[in-house]
């Protein structure tokens, strides 16, 4: 997953983008994560009320966590791709959103 991260990261510079991770988990969590899988981006905790969860319609309340997902924002605050389940941990397709979007601006 480390290196998947890293090479994510340099893909998604170069079209002009961020990446950061949100997860329900604490930030103890999280910063152990991090360190465990060497990511290249900052992880965010929504642990406390998970309301970035729940505005994005990733939280399953029962379980109290979100599902995977990823979201790719445009710069006016648009949701324009978004893989959410297993298919989310692979960052190919927000690099793909990303790299179309970046060539459609153009």
Do not use: W
Request: glycine residues 6%; contains cysteine.
């Amino acid at each position: 997953m480390a290196y998947q991260a890293g090479i994510a990261n340099s893909k998604f510079d170069t079209a002009e983008t961020r990446i950061f991770g949100i997860s329900t988990d604490n930030t103890f969590s999280l910063k152990e994560f991090a360190a465990k899988v060497n990511a290249s981006f900052p992880l965010l905790s929504d642990f406390a009320n998970r309301e970035v969860s729940k505005s994005y319609g990733v939280l399953i309340p029962q379980a109290g966590v979100a599902n995977r997902a990823t979201f790719v924002i445009d710069k006016e605050g648009k949701i324009i791709h978004i893989e959410e389940g297993s298919v989310a941990i692979d960052p190919s397709g927000a690099e793909t959103a990303c790299s179309r979007l970046a060539h459609k601006n153009q």
